[in-house]
């Protein structure tokens, strides 16, 4: 989940890795302020989970996209992770919503720990204004069925400028995309009026993952 850095024209990136280290104490709820974690899938080939749960709090895993593919690792390391987890959808504009949702739906695990999480990043397949309704139909299809509230990932500009979402996104957490070192240079987009989970770099390095990982921080 790591598109959006090529949209940034005005945002400090961080040159060097960000290296993360295990809170003391782990929080009790995995997503209370302060909490830190991951998001994998399988790009990141090399991962030890029974190492990697040991340094963060969370970890979020890619489990489809689209209606009908599948992440090759997700099944594997789903049944590995002891920490809270979730997974995620990577949404395709092209494809219907509920057939999208009810595939992912067969992936989800309500006792993960975690809700599941809607990605919306795909800039570069003819989005209309009708696929923001299209999403929100996605997002009531998935609480429906889970009895879960999902979140949304997504950057600010592309929520600003792409989807526009209406006030009934509101009610979804917001994890948004935005690195950059201070959280004070991140600006959360309308209608949200916080960030729940903030993306701060797509190149962390922490020990169970080999190479760059997604690096996440529970903000609210």
């Known amino acids: 989940m790591s598109y ?12 060097e890795p960000v290296v993360i280290t295990p ?3 782990r929080p009790r709820n995995p997503l209370s302020p302060g909490a830190k974690g991951v998001d994998i899938s399988h790009h990141n080939e090399s991962v030890d989970i029974s190492v990697l749960e040991k340094n963060v709090d969370f970890i979020y895993m890619k489990a489809t996209e689209g209606i009908n593919f599948v992440s090759s690792t997700y099944k594997r390391r789903a049944k590995q992770i002891k920490i809270p987890w979730g997974a995620y959808h990577y949404y395709r504009v092209k494809h219907d919503p509920v057939r999208q949702a009810e595939h992912f739906l067969k992936y989800i695990d309500v006792k993960s720990g975690l809700p599941p999480v809607l990605d919306i990043e795909a800039i570069n397949n003819n989005y209309k204004d009708k696929h923001t309704a299209d999403i929100l139909l996605f997002l009531k299809t998935i609480e429906k069925e889970t009895g879960l509230t999902p979140m949304i990932y997504t950057s600010y500009y592309y929520a600003r400028d792409v989807i526009k979402p209406s006030e009934e996104f509101k009610r979804y957490p917001l994890w948004l995309a935005w690195y950059t070192y ?16 903030w993306q701060c770099s797509e190149a962390a390095r922490v020990e169970g993952v080999r190479g760059d990982v997604d690096y996440n921080k529970v903000m609210s």
Not at 182 to 197: H, L, M, Q, T
């Open 4 to 15: 959006f850095k090529q949209l940034w024209k005005k945002d400090i990136i961080p040159k």
């Open 23 to 25: 809170s003391q104490p």
């Open 182 to 197: 201070s959280f004070d240079k991140v600006k959360c987009p309308e209608p949200w009026d916080n960030i729940k989970v």
